[in-house]
């Protein structure tokens, strides 16, 4: 969208004689963009209160999910989150460092046996049942993106919108991966291929899109066992 504003307002400046055969189109474009953004910052402002931001909805947490339970940083940090949008903070999260990724880690291991050996329509039911959980909470979960972000809620909705698809494409994938017999040099032997749980993944991701980025790669780790 910048790139085209851009391309745009350029093309005019280069032929001031002549409008640009989509300018009037794109003007109406940027101001019904310059109004929606007025009252986004309206909507996050109406809801500030002094001394700090009001959370959306009680549908996130400020700590960190290791072994099983939310937990504080080891160290004990914490770091503001800002709207950017009032620029006021809204929460103090846990900001974690190297000791408790690595604590991340050997949890993860740890729990790697049971989940990676348990029946993939286990699995695959406890992502679907995710997925009816997120769809339930598009709203608040879409506001709560809005606010740490600063990106519209319609993006922040969209985004969330997209997360059952993909726990559910994973779990459908999931169910399907069976394996394959190769043909042997002899007929009194079978070659047979099945697909195994790899071990414990780690995701770093581009924070432009936090929720898409992320679940497009641990629902398909998750629904393969990992």
Not at 112 to 140: H, K, Q
Not at 204 to 224: D, E, G, H, M, Q
Request: hydrophobic share 40%.
């Amino acid at each position: 969208e910048l790139d085209r504003d851009l391309r745009a307002e350029a093309e005019m400046a280069r032929r001031p004689d002549e409008p640009h055969p989509a300018a009037a189109d794109r003007r109406q474009e940027l101001q019904l963009a310059e109004a929606g953004h007025r009252t986004e910052v309206a909507w996050r402002r109406s809801r500030a209160r002094p001394g700090g931001g009001e959370m959306a909805a009680d549908v996130t947490s400020d700590r960190m999910w290791i072994g099983g339970a939310e937990v504080g940083a080891r160290s004990g940090r914490t770091h503001p989150v800002i709207d950017p949008g009032t620029e006021q903070v809204i929460a103090e999260v846990t900001f974690g460092d190297a000791t408790d990724a690595v604590a991340a880690v050997d949890a993860a291991a740890a729990a790697f046996p049971a989940w990676s050996t348990r029946n993939v329509y286990d699995r695959c039911a406890i992502l679907e049942r995710a997925a009816d959980l997120v769809r339930d909470r598009l709203d608040p979960l879409a506001r709560r993106t809005a606010e740490e972000s600063g990106k519209p809620v319609a993006q922040a909705k969209a985004e969330w919108a997209g997360v059952p698809n993909y726990l559910r494409v994973a779990a459908d994938h999931a169910r399907q991966l069976g394996g394959r017999w190769i043909p042997a040099r002899t007929n009194r032997r079978r070659i047979a291929v099945t697909w195994q749980p790899l071990g414990v993944i780690g995701v770093i991701t581009a924070w432009n899109f936090p929720i898409y980025n992320v679940n497009r790669a641990v629902s398909s780790a998750l629904a393969a066992g990992c």
